[in-house]
């Protein structure tokens, strides 16, 4: 066998044994930072997207329906962030969040545990958190712009483009009609 092919054999052999040890062109300071700042981006949407659906669930009132749809709708959106997020962490060399309890301890979105929340309230407090989150996915795209990490940073466009819009919608459905309804 020549030297290559024996250089090859043992790389692949020790890849086998790292079992988690992507293979990436970023610097490992480029994974720690991209994977931090990401992970911290994963546990709010989790909390986000609970914090939804709790609001969802306990959603009553003369606008229920409307309400109820939206915030089903807005869940939705939210959870489809999640693998995406993770298998990103995944593919740039990290290691992504493994429990409710690491959420718990890396979330920045507050939770709300009360007993009953009055729907304008719970519209008024899931705009504020988006809008907060939004700020932190601009925050992301800043590590990521400063690595390079194009791809992670092209994600993250679309996904604050999401998170104005499910703002704008909360803040709009929130808004108290003149006597004509507008």
């Given at each position: 066998?020549?030297?290559?092919?024996?250089?090859?054999?043992?790389?692949?052999?020790?890849?086998?044994?790292?079992?988690?040890?992507?293979?990436?062109?970023?610097?490992?300071?480029?994974?720690?930072?991209?994977?931090?700042?990401?992970?911290?981006?994963?546990?709010?949407v989790f909390a986000l997207y609970l914090k939804t659906k709790n609001f969802?669930?306990?959603?009553?009132?003369?606008?229920?329906?409307?309400?109820?749809?939206?915030?089903?709708?807005?869940?939705?959106?939210?959870?489809?962030?999640?693998?995406?997020?993770?298998?990103?962490?995944?593919?740039?060399?990290?290691?992504?969040?493994?429990?409710?309890?690491?959420?718990?301890?890396?979330?920045?979105?507050?939770?709300?545990?009360?007993?009953?929340?009055?729907?304008?309230?719970?519209?008024?407090?899931?705009?504020?958190?988006?809008?907060?989150?939004?700020?932190?996915?601009?925050?992301?795209?800043?590590?990521?712009?400063?690595?390079?990490?194009?791809?992670?940073?092209?994600?993250?466009?679309?996904?604050?483009?999401?998170?104005?819009?499910?703002?704008?919608?909360?803040?709009?459905?929130?808004?108290k009609g003149d006597a004509t309804g507008h």
């Open positions: 066998m020549n030297k290559r092919v024996e250089k090859t054999a043992r790389d692949l052999g020790l890849s086998r044994k790292a079992p988690l040890a992507t293979r990436t062109d970023l610097s490992a300071a480029a994974t720690k930072d991209i994977t931090a700042a990401m992970n911290a981006i994963l546990a709010d969802h669930w306990h959603m009553s009132g003369p606008h229920f329906r409307d309400y109820h749809l939206l915030l089903d709708e807005q869940a939705d959106q939210i959870y489809a962030m999640t693998d995406p997020i993770a298998e990103r962490v995944r593919k740039v060399g990290g290691t992504t969040l493994k429990s409710i309890g690491h959420i718990a301890r890396t979330q920045r979105v507050l939770d709300n545990d009360a007993e009953y929340v009055e729907p304008l309230d719970m519209l008024a407090e899931l705009r504020e958190d988006n809008m907060e989150l939004a700020a932190r996915f601009r925050e992301a795209h800043n590590v990521c712009d400063e690595h390079r990490d194009v791809a992670t940073a092209s994600l993250i466009e679309v996904w604050i483009d999401e998170t104005e819009r499910r703002t704008w919608f909360l803040f709009e459905a929130s808004r």
